[in-house]
């Protein structure tokens, strides 16, 4: 009875694993998918694109379909460009896609221990996350209305002030605003003044620089990093150890001013962590605790979505700029339903559908973060093609926006698409424009507040009008946007005049 028992066992053992020695051969020996045609040693170094990148990258479904497989310097690449492959290996399977592409640059040049920027999918990340989604979830995000509310008033009032200077009033807002969240921190002074918001600034200038694809060559040749920094061509070694200055210092220095903070009864996200792991345990945080928290409170600066919002906030003014007959039927719709005598606040969002459908159409014709990388950490298989272990996995947003089977003529600024009036486009932008699977956003109820209230704040009190590129050339299209990691506006100037002398922002 052991024996025929044991035997079944070993019997059964035996063909789970050919099965499994079936599949994963199977996997490694299906065809990579289509792309171009690599040259030896570089493989396709002089095809990748340098500018217009996601554009470019769209352009190459015309040929090869839209799963795209290229390789530079040994570095492979998958390109999806349509919904249906990004949403089902990026969320379907986002346990397998769920890490971030191994840079040398950013991950190991200028990470830290407890860095969440370019971390992989780790424990560490893991209870980074719960954290940040205890303080950013849908219903914790209503605490920050008022906040939200005074920093607008404030921004509306810069305006009027200066309102040629509205790419600075539109940074030092969103940097008042998350400093705020994050440490209780006020920032002092006007745009350029305050010492926090211009380091946050460098902060977003650096890590979008070193996450860029295809920059750096210490990527491809690790071995590189080993340079000294006074060897010629080794400028890469200080510049990164001017990154890794910079992510340390704004992780330390406003972490500390929210301890002074906490002293003087001014709540943040910092203080009330602290408070919750104190409380949990029993006693005073240890150094490694009060070192992850740190750096969770930083993570803080990129979940309120600093650089996005400044980001969509300027997409949002070019196009009411490009397409005046919108943003006249965005203020009528204000002016009904909430009246002249006040500004919006969130109860009014659901009364607002065409507001709604302005956002959703901004996010869609502007996507700001246009190219967003995963890896594998498996072998895998999508329609018979071979998805290596380790390859950059990149989901071409702007392909996805402009996809003529999820929103009819995407070359349209057309907000009615998702109203009644145009056969209602039941695809919603935002379920790609802040990422995928276990990567996407958790700060997209605080973001996605802020994005209304200033909407309905500017277009109740200003006109947007008369947009012309740097050399003062006037624009008819967006044209395209930056290729950084968080993608603006190329730089423009615009008009901007209150509706009425009586205008206010209070």
């Not at 008022?146 to 309102?163: D, V």
């Amino acid at each position: 009875m052991f024996c025929t028992q044991s035997s079944s066992v070993v019997l059964l053992l035996a063909l789970l694993s050919s099965w499994g020695i079936y599949h994963v051969f199977k996997r490694r020996s299906a065809p990579l998918p289509p792309g171009p045609r690599p040259l030896p040693f570089v493989g396709n170094a002089l095809q990748m694109p340098r500018h217009n990148i996601a554009q470019s990258l769209a352009s190459l479904s015309e040929e090869y379909g839209d799963v795209i497989y290229m390789h530079v310097f040994g570095i492979e690449f998958i390109i999806l460009n349509c919904a249906e492959a990004v949403l089902e290996l990026l969320d379907h399977r986002g346990a397998l896609y769920s890490e971030r592409p191994h840079s040398v640059m950013a991950m190991d040049m200028i990470e830290k221990k407890h860095a969440v920027l370019f971390h992989q999918y780790d424990e560490n990340l893991k209870k980074h996350r719960r954290l940040l989604r205890n303080a950013v979830d849908a219903k914790r995000s209503e605490d920050y209305w008022q906040m939200q509310y005074a920093e607008s008033h404030k921004l509306m009032a810069a305006f009027l002030t200066s309102p040629d200077d509205f790419i600075a009033h539109l940074r030092r807002s969103a940097g008042a605003f998350t400093l705020r969240l994050a440490y209780g921190y006020e920032v002092q002074g006007g745009p350029g003044e305050d010492a926090f918001v211009n380091l946050a600034e460098e902060l977003a200038r650096v890590t979008g620089v070193a996450s860029e694809p295809g920059r750096w060559l210490v990527d491809a040749f690790p071995w590189l990093r080993h340079v000294p920094a006074w060897f010629p061509g080794a400028g890469f070694r200080r510049w990164a150890d001017h990154a890794r200055r910079v992510i340390d210092d704004f992780a330390t220095q406003p972490y500390l001013s929210s301890k002074k903070a906490a002293l003087q009864g001014i709540s943040s996200f910092a203080s009330e962590t602290t408070e919750f792991v104190e409380a949990e345990t029993g006693r005073p945080l240890t150094r490694d605790e009060d070192e992850f928290l740190k750096w969770t409170s930083a993570s803080i600066y990129s979940v309120g979505g600093t650089d996005t919002a400044v980001a969509v906030n300027s997409a949002f003014l070019l196009l009411m700029a490009l397409y005046p007959a919108a943003q006249r039927k965005a203020q009528d719709e204000i002016e009904t339903i909430v009246g002249k005598d006040r500004l919006a606040v969130m109860e009014d969002r659901p009364r607002l559908p065409y507001i709604e459908a302005l956002m959703k159409e901004v996010h869609r014709f502007i996507p700001i973060t246009p190219l967003v990388p995963h890896s594998t950490r498996v072998d895998d298989e999508f329609r018979g093609y071979r998805i290596p272990k380790g390859s950059w996995v990149i989901a071409n947003t702007w392909a996805v926006m402009r996809d003529p089977r999820l929103f009819p003529e995407p070359e349209v600024f057309w907000p009615e698409r998702y109203l009644a009036e145009g056969n209602r486009c039941t695809e919603d932008p935002r379920d790609y424009a802040f990422g995928y699977g276990r990567r996407r956003c958790p700060g997209v109820h605080v973001a996605e507040s802020s994005f209304f209230i200033f909407v309905t704040h500017f277009l109740a009190v200003f006109t947007v009008s008369n947009p012309v590129d740097e050399r003062g050339q006037k624009l008819t299209s967006p044209g395209p946007s930056t290729d950084a990691h968080i993608s603006h506006p190329r730089p423009f100037r615009c008009t901007i005049k209150p509706r009425n002398q009586n205008s206010s922002s209070s």
